[in-house]
């Protein structure tokens, strides 16, 4: 009988430890057509740099993946250079993501938490102007050599100014509206080719609002805490 109660109480602990183990963090889970890859990469993105945390083996084209963090952050799960999904998580959320891989930034989807969903709103309209960009530059291309480019041109800037006024302007109204996410951060620096379209100086009160609302939410998390320090060095 002691030797039985002496087994329960190690698988008990077993248990336990098991479980302590596994308290904080968050779960990420995938399930992707059209895929070709035997394994996916998951990534941190880090303030200053990207750190490859994981090799993930696909199966059945998904998988299931635990993350032991505390700190929200950004992450992703990259199968080639061009081919990844970024995503926001920390302590408890359980992440889901699903897409085509042969055109993942058109098919991504993103479930599991707040920051997340508001991260792909983000990227998905940016995206938006990435394809309205390349559009314009492809039409640029045809008319350079003809007589009719000085006329085309004209409109082409025209087409190209107005659309990035519209998609800065909804950049701002996203910051303003959720300025205590993470995502707002991305939301500042984003840039169309070499063009952001924001500025740390021209913007500054934009800025100054979202990293006191951020460090009111998030006063310890890396990327706050960079983001300030990037400034200070300004």
């Known amino acids: 009988m002691m030797k039985n109660k002496i087994i329960i109480t190690v698988v008990i602990s077993l248990l336990i430890g098991f479980t302590a183990c596994k308290e904080n963090g968050f779960t990420v889970k995938g399930k992707f057509e059209n895929n070709h890859y035997t394994y996916c990469v998951l990534d941190e993105v880090r303030p200053y740099e990207i750190a490859a945390l994981d090799t993930i083996l696909l199966i059945n084209n998904g998988f299931s993946y635990f993350v032991n963090t505390i700190e929200k952050g950004f992450y992703r799960i990259r199968f080639d250079d061009t081919t990844f999904i970024t995503f926001i998580a920390g302590d408890k959320d359980n992440i889901s993501l699903t897409g085509d891989l042969l055109c993942i930034k058109n098919t991504q989807n993103i479930t599991g938490n707040e920051?997340?969903?508001?991260?792909?709103?983000?990227?998905?309209?940016?995206?938006?102007?990435?394809?309205?960009?390349?559009?314009?530059?492809?039409?640029?291309?045809?008319?350079?050599?003809?007589?009719?480019?000085?006329?085309?041109?004209?409109?082409?800037?025209?087409?190209?100014?107005?659309?990035?006024?519209?998609?800065?302007?909804?950049?701002?109204?996203?910051?303003?509206?959720?300025?205590?996410?993470?995502?707002?951060?991305?939301?500042f620096y984003q840039k169309i080719g070499h063009r952001n379209f924001f500025s740390d100086i021209e913007d500054k009160e934009l800025l100054d609002k979202m990293i006191k609302e951020l460090s009111i939410a998030y006063p310890s998390n890396q990327h706050v805490i960079a983001l300030k320090e990037r400034l200070e060095h300004d």
């Open 115 to 187: 920051e997340s969903k508001l991260f792909l709103e983000v990227n998905r309209k940016v995206h938006e102007m990435y394809l309205i960009t390349d559009s314009l530059a492809k039409i640029f291309v045809a008319y350079k050599d003809t007589e009719a480019f000085d006329s085309i041109r004209t409109q082409l800037d025209s087409c190209y100014y107005h659309n990035f006024e519209y998609y800065k302007n909804y950049l701002r109204d996203f910051i303003i509206q959720h300025p205590n996410k993470l995502a707002s951060i991305s939301a």
